[in-house]
């Protein structure tokens, strides 16, 4: 066990560990479930505005279920299951029954297409894809070939997969785990621009998302909290499904998309006590929200992305003064952050969360190694992980100042990394998909501003020879990348260039293309 510190020792009185072993769904679960089995965990509305609701209990017994039904299947513990679906019960019923299970949990964002998804099942090397009938079209018949490792792929809403789970029993033992042992497998771009890799996030990583949820969210078992990320994205798989499972509390889903009448609605009719969102959707709200449909909310929070200081002071205007959040993947919690009670400044990330060490190096956000919630690897990739630690520090890319009281604001981001409403993407990863485009010879990405989502993707393009530029051509290179990639990661400007700034070396200059930009 690394040395936690006071703070959390203090945090692991929570957390349930049997001889230096443990399960994480057993402090999301059991112990809630037997104190309070009718108490409700889960509340999912649709499009379509009906409500699903699950008990502790309730939840506690699918998620056994599951279990089952992947030791019924032949799958081995230890097995890197990715599931790929909507923001359904069944997502948090996998996650949860793979983890108890003992093997490691990849949960996948539902916009992903064709490219997106094989290239995290092949860089996982998965074992099992867990699906619905909708997205499993995604999937391509010879996936096994191109992922080898891949030995099961259930399509959970079929008839006979369906009819499989629910005749499990539902009581399954947790498989005990060393607390170093990987529970999430959390796919993201990394802070270098290199195209996705596997975060491994291990199961003593709760103890920090707990105290966080704790501190930061103000989370307690009577707290109505919705947290709008899909499980996808790690704040989806630790704040919306891990960290207020262990603190007991009841968790609302939402999962139609964005309208702002609509999400103010739900906001109301569930009178929801912590809203945890990204700054875009707060801006997006704010020709619509009035002060009054706010009564209900005692901490707003914020994730993914700068809190501008228009968003702040709009919603501190209406009595809410929005708590900013900084983390990343690789961190497994929050690490810098404000939080209720403490004074807030405008344009600042926050402070140090107690019990964690973070200063400056090279200009940028840097952490003193270990805490309870740190990576314990890069899947495949031992010297990518090195490469965050120098000179006994784990570094960041996010460039930033700290203050004499030990606030810190943010700058700028080193790299090239795109931001775009509060995701983080990878401008390798979109060019090598323009470059499958029968028109495109060459293709850079960069970020520029946008005032709703931080940053939109733009596109430098050399077409082929005899290929003439057009707004037709234009649009089908957006709807090319949206079908063979993401829907969320597409160009939402192209220009049209003779050539792209390069090295010597041949590699092309992003930087350039930024200037470019800002010149403008």
Same mark, same amino acid.
């Given at each position: ?11 692991? #009185? ?32 649709? @499009? ?18 599951? !279990? ?57 090397? %998965? ?45 399954? !033992?947790? %498989? ?74 009841? #968790? ?7 309208? %702002? ?90 402070? %140090? ?29 031992? @010297? ?137």
């Amino acid at each position: 066990m690394v040395n936690m510190g006071d703070v959390w020792r203090v945090a692991w #009185n929570d957390i349930v560990v049997h001889k230096g072993r443990m399960n994480v769904t057993e402090s999301c679960l059991d112990r809630h479930a037997r104190q309070r089995p009718g108490s409700i965990a889960l509340v999912f509305e649709g @499009e379509d505005g009906k409500e699903k609701k699950y008990t502790y209990q309730k939840l506690l017994s699918e998620t056994n279920r599951f !279990a089952n039904f992947l030791k019924k299947s032949g799958v081995p513990e230890g097995s890197r299951v990715f599931i790929f679906l909507p923001k359904v019960p069944e997502i948090f019923i996998s996650m949860l029954g793979t983890i108890r299970h003992g093997s490691i949990a990849a949960p996948l964002f539902e916009a992903l297409q064709h490219d997106g998804l094989m290239l995290r099942l092949k860089n996982g090397e %998965a074992n099992v894809l867990v699906t619905n009938k909708e997205l499993s079209e995604r999937v391509p018949a010879d996936a096994r070939k191109t992922v080898p490792s891949l030995k099961h792929v259930f399509v959970i809403d079929e008839p006979g997969c369906r009819k499989k789970i629910r005749k499990q029993k539902a009581v399954f !033992a947790p %498989a005990m785990k060393k607390l170093s042992d990987t529970a999430l497998l959390i796919f993201t771009s990394s802070t270098a621009g290199t195209p996705v890799e596997g975060v491994q996030v291990p199961h003593q990583a709760l103890v920090q998302q707990h105290a966080t949820a704790k501190l930061v969210l103000g989370l307690d078992g009577s707290s109505r909290y919705w947290c709008t990320a899909h499980p996808g994205w790690v704040t989806g798989s630790v704040y919306g499904v891990l960290a207020p499972l262990s603190i007991g509390c009841t #968790n609302f889903v939402y999962t139609a998309h964005f309208e %702002a009448k609509k999400w103010i609605g739900f906001l109301q009719k569930n009178r929801i006590t912590v809203l945890y969102t990204a700054p875009t959707a707060l801006r997006m709200l704010k020709p619509e929200i009035k002060k009054q449909e706010l009564r209900y909310l005692k901490n707003v929070c914020s994730v993914g992305e700068a809190l501008t200081t228009a968003v702040f002071d709009f919603y501190k205007s209406l009595g809410i003064e929005i708590n900013d959040t900084y983390w990343q993947t690789e961190t497994g919690a929050m690490v810098i952050a404000t939080w209720p009670g403490l004074k807030k400044k405008h344009g600042c990330l926050g402070k %140090a969360i107690p019990g964690m060490t973070a200063g400056i190096k090279d200009g940028a956000i840097a952490l003193k190694p270990p805490w309870p919630s740190m990576m314990t690897g890069v899947y495949r990739h031992k @010297e990518m992980y090195k490469e965050y630690f120098r000179g006994g520090w784990f570094r960041t890319s996010d460039m930033a100042r700290v203050d004499k009281d030990g606030y810190f604001f943010f700058e700028g981001r080193g790299g090239d990394m795109i931001k775009t409403s509060g995701e983080r993407v990878s401008p390798i990863e979109i060019e090598s998909v323009l470059m499958r485009h029968k028109a495109v010879k060459e293709a850079a990405v960069v970020g520029v501003p946008d005032k709703v989502k931080g940053e939109v993707i733009k596109a430098f393009i050399v077409l082929n020879r005899g290929v003439a530029p057009s707004e037709a051509l234009k649009q089908e290179i957006e709807g090319f990348v949206k079908q063979n990639y993401a829907g969320y990661s597409y160009p939402k400007f192209i220009d049209f260039i003779d050539a792209l700034p390069k090295t010597h070396s041949g590699k092309i200059i992003r930087m350039e293309l930024r200037k470019r930009e800002a010149g403008k």
